[in-house]
Every structure is written in C-alpha cells, then in structure tokens.
C-alpha cells in the first residue's frame, strides 16, 4: 500500500535499521525499486526529485508510483526529493506525495527556515511529514570535493536542534561527509557528528549521497542514528551500464521492453543489495 512516511521512519529510529529511500527517473527503475522491496519484504520509499519532475512531470511520476504501491506487498511512500522552490513542494502535495521534502540548504539559515516552518505547516494541514535540510549535501558530478570543500557544508549540532525547533519538521537531512553523484564508493562519513547531531534532535536523521559512501560507513551511520538513506547515481548506473552491455552484445534489438527489462532487473539487484546493507530486510 501506498502510506505516509512518518511512521516508517519512526519506526525505523526505534528498531535501528534505515529505511532505503531510491530515486526513479522512470517506469523501469520504480517497478525495480517496489519489487525489490517485496522480495525482502522492506519497506520502502520511492523518490521523484526536481529533476525528475522537470523531465516527466509529477503527475505521471506519481500515478506509476500510487499504482504500483496499491498493489505491493509492502508499505511504499512516494516521496518528493529536494523540492528546491515553495511552487514544486506544492504541486507535489496537490499531485497526492505522501512525503516531501524542502531543500533550502542553499539559503541563509533564517531563510531557510522561514519557508521550511511555513511549509512544514501546510504539508501538516494535508497530513504529509516534511523532510528539510540543514548544512549542506554538496554536489561531486564534476569530480570529488577537497576534504575542506565538505567540511564548509557540514551541519552542527547546534544548528541541527535550533532549526527543528523552530521548524517542525518531520525528518532531518544533515551533512555528514557525503556529496551527492558520486560515481564510486569513497567516502568515509563523520560518524561522531551523526552521533552528537542525533543527541540533540528528536526526529529521525536523513543521509543524502549515499551511492559514494562506503559500505562499513554506512553500517556504522545506521548504528549512530541515521534512519533514512537515500541512493539515486548507484541505480542510474545500474540501469545505464545495462543497456549499454545489452545494446553492445545484442545491436540489433530495437524493442525498448527487452532492454529495459533487462535494465529493470539489474535495478533491482543493486536495489535488495541496499536493502540488506540498510538491515531493513523483514521490516515491512
Ligand atoms: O537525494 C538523493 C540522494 O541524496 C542521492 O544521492 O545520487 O549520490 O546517491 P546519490
Ligand atoms: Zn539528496
């Protein structure tokens, strides 16, 4: 079914493991991403960003997803992925989000926090949880950051507690060492920093960037009080490098079902990997 995601991550927060949250770009990878889940029996957040709202437009990107949660086995939330402007955040909650975020990590603090409380509270007028984010998650999609370049972005605790005072939110996007689009597996996270952040904040804490993050870093993360990941560039690998293997041993297919299939598949193996890394395996 397709549900909200509060309880979920509360539910997380308590027994110790992290909801995986995957970002689908289209049909195949939300079809892998909700199978997957079923197989481990998970729960489960499928993620429309910005990005993929611009390029498909969230009405259709949540019809696939409410029409394949109505049917899983398990509990799936459509959740919208660094909502960076007040108009996006509303549009995902009249299109029928059951989650969504306000990314404002780029704005001065009192900003941020201006939109986000106004924000947390229409998205609570609906019944919809609101994930913010304070410091800031960089971008690695032109190469990895100097270790000074991260460290400028890092959220403190002091600031983790006074913005979720003041705002409200529902779940807490905090910068910890990661940087998002990372293509391979390096980062090592500030596992003492999640650990004083998770001291002082009561909701539960998300980690973005999660596909250039370390296998044993992301364990340790977990176990420091991180209860939501979120893993986008490991599937748009996954699902390009696929087709591009399928197309070069087999040139002349040209249904799109073949390869995507094909595609679909090796999406969902990375997505029960994740899965069993986040121990949310038997959670649903
Ligand atoms: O919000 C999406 C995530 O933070 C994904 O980051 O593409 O580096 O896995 P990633
Ligand atoms: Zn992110």
Not at 55 to 77: M, N, R
Not at 200 to 207: E, F, K, Q, T
Not at 263 to 276: M, T, Y
Request: net charge negative; aromatic share 6%; glycine share 6%.
């Amino acid at each position: 079914p397709l549900i909200d995601s509060k309880g979920m991550l509360i539910y997380a927060m308590e027994n110790k493991f992290a909801v995986g949250a995957f970002n689908a770009n289209n049909l195949e990878t939300a079809q892998a991403i909700i199978e997957a889940a079923e197989e481990e029996n998970a729960p489960v957040i499928v993620q429309i960003s910005q990005g993929a709202i611009d390029y498909a437009g969230e009405d259709c990107f949540f019809a696939i997803v409410k029409t394949l949660a109505q049917k899983a086995s398990v509990p799936v939330v459509c959740h919208l992925d660094h909502g960076v402007d007040f108009g996006t955040v509303i549009r995902a909650l009249r299109a029928g989000f059951t989650s969504l975020m306000f990314d404002g990590s780029s704005l001065p603090f009192e900003e941020n926090v201006k939109i986000t409380k106004m924000l947390v509270e229409i998205a609570h007028a609906s019944g919809v949880p609101l994930e913010a984010e304070i410091g800031k998650v960089p971008d690695a999609a032109k190469g990895p950051l100097s270790p000074e370049e991260v460290k400028k972005y890092l959220t403190t605790p002091e600031e983790a507690q006074e913005f979720c005072e003041k705002t409200g939110v529902d779940s807490l996007a905090v910068a910890v060492g990661s940087a998002h689009r990372m293509k391979v597996q390096s980062v090592r996270l500030d596992i003492e920093r999640i650990a004083n952040i998770r001291e002082r904040v009561g909701v539960p804490l998300v980690l973005h960037g999660a596909s250039g993050v370390m296998d044993e870093s992301v364990i340790e993360a977990i176990k420091a009080g991180i209860s939501k990941i979120n893993f986008a560039t490991e599937l748009n690998k996954a699902f390009t490098n696929a087709i591009k293997e399928k197309l070069q041993a087999e040139p002349e297919l040209v249904d799109v079902r073949k390869y995507g299939a094909y595609a679909r598949e090796r999406v969902k193996k990375v997505v029960k990997e994740k899965i069993k890394l986040l121990n949310s395996t038997g959670k649903a």
